[in-house]
T-cell receptor
Framework: GQNIDQPTEMTATEGAIVQINCTYQ??????LFWYQQHAGEAPTFLSY????GLEEKGRFSSFLSRSKGYSYLLLKELQMKDSASYLC????????FGKGTRLHILP | GAVVSQHPSRVICKSGTSVKIECRSL??????MFWYRQFPKQSLMLMAT?????????EQGVEKDKFLINHASLTLSTLTVTSAHPEDSSFYIC???????????FGSGTRLTVV
């Protein structure tokens, strides 16, 4: 079957680091995305991994292990505006959304 | 970067009426557009895949006669919610992929409220 699992909610402190994990099961694999979605808004693209390893983009990094069906999104130097849902999205012949992780940032 | 323009952003309609939502790719040609629905605190759910010049492919459980999709050109896809009911109230989002780019670009979404 096709399945994306990620934690429902996480809480972290402003200025800290948080890691959001995602495990996936897809019939095929053509990459894994991370999107950020603020309440009531459309998702915005954060990262795309198709090969194993870490991709770094400023404060955000994404990691992929295809053999383990595992990815994580790492957010550093957290800011209040990072409070949002983070969607782990797998792609085989179509894109499959995880339920999203709601990240709460405390001052 | 690739931009998908979606209109309207918010619409309130009476039960039984129809509502049309438009998505345009502004600076690229989108042979395929995807339509999603998102209920509060839930994940995006794919409703249908819209292919330019051919019939849309609907996901299981989505009524094709209720959610009419037209993709008449490479830059425009429309979703019409026919005979809307309060349970159709949701956030509808389209997305498209610009050529070989990795990311899917999303429209800004349409919040539909049926009263």
């Amino acid at each position: 079957g096709q399945n994306i699992d990620q934690p429902t909610e996480m809480t972290a402190t402003e200025g800290a680091i948080v890691q959001i994990n995602c495990t996936y099961q897809t019939s095929g694999f053509n990459g894994l995305f991370w999107y950020q979605q603020h309440a009531g808004e459309a998702p915005t693209f954060l990262s795309y991994n198709v090969l194993d390893g870490l991709e770094e983009k400023g404060r955000f990094s994404s990691f992929l292990s295809r053999s383990k069906g595992y990815s994580y999104l790492l957010l550093k130097e957290l800011q209040m505006k990072d409070s949002a849902s983070y969607l782990c999205v797998g792609r085989d012949d179509k894109i499959i959304f995880g339920k999203g992780t709601r990240l709460h940032i405390l001052p | 970067g690739a931009v998908v323009s979606q209109h309207p952003s918010r619409v309130i309609c009476k039960s039984g009426t129809s509502v049309k939502i438009e998505c345009r790719s502004l600076d690229f040609q989108a042979t395929t557009m995807f339509w999603y629905r998102q209920f509060p605190k839930q994940s995006l759910m794919l409703m249908a895949t819209s292919n330019e010049g051919s019939k849309a492919t609907y996901e299981q459980g989505v009524e094709k006669d209720k959610f009419l999709i037209n993709h008449a050109s490479l830059t425009l896809s429309t979703l019409t919610v026919t005979s809307a009911h309060p349970e159709d109230s949701s956030f509808y989002i389209c997305s498209a992929r610009a050529g070989s780019e990795a990311g899917y670009t999303f429209g800004s979404g349409t919040r539909l409220t049926v009263v």
